[in-house]
């Protein structure tokens, strides 16, 4: 078999194109709903969204002290949605940025022992940073357009 070829590395690239296709989708998505649902909701929507993942799969053959590591981190990144939406919308972004250092933390328990499907850190890596410097981008357009007003 080629060393271009071999499965490792196949699996490694359809996660990376998986998580690709999936972010921007989530961007189209999110663009398309523009008018009628501000991006800053959308990104808190979203950081919300992706906190509590890790938790549904520890709720499956992980030990107790995993579970309550994940619903605490968890729900500080909840906490951080809320803050961002409410007082400062680049917390938001860099709250999804963040939860993609969360994945790597994960990535072949790495840090964290939270049994996991293999695929999930990389892709979800990808789609973290990719949307996160979607909304943080548009937060500094929107802070600089409203700058600009005034």
């Known amino acids: 078999m080629s060393k271009y070829f071999h499965?490792?590395?196949?699996?490694?690239?359809?996660?990376?194109?998986?998580?690709i296709v999936t972010a921007v989708a989530i961007i189209i998505i999110s663009w398309g709903l523009s008018k009628y649902f501000t991006a800053?909701?959308?990104?808190?929507?979203?950081?919300?969204?992706i906190a509590f993942i890790y938790v549904g799969f520890s709720l499956k053959d992980n030990p107790v002290s995993l579970i309550v590591l994940e619903v605490v981190v968890a729900l500080l990144f909840y906490f951080l949605a809320i803050f961002g939406y409410i007082w400062n919308s680049y917390a938001i972004a860099y709250g999804i940025?963040?939860?993609?250092?969360?994945?790597?933390c994960h990535h072949n328990g790495f840090l964290i022992g939270t049994r996991i499907p293999g695929y999930w850190p990389s892709f979800c890596l990808v789609v973290d940073i990719i949307d996160g410097l979607y909304f943080l981008i548009i937060f500094k357009r929107q802070k600089k357009s409203n700058e600009n007003l005034r």
């Open 40 to 49: 800053r909701l959308m990104a808190t929507t979203i950081l919300v969204a």
């Open 97 to 104: 940025i963040l939860h993609g250092l969360w994945d790597i």
């Open 7 to 19: 499965p490792v590395k196949i699996k490694k690239m359809i996660e990376t194109v998986s998580g």
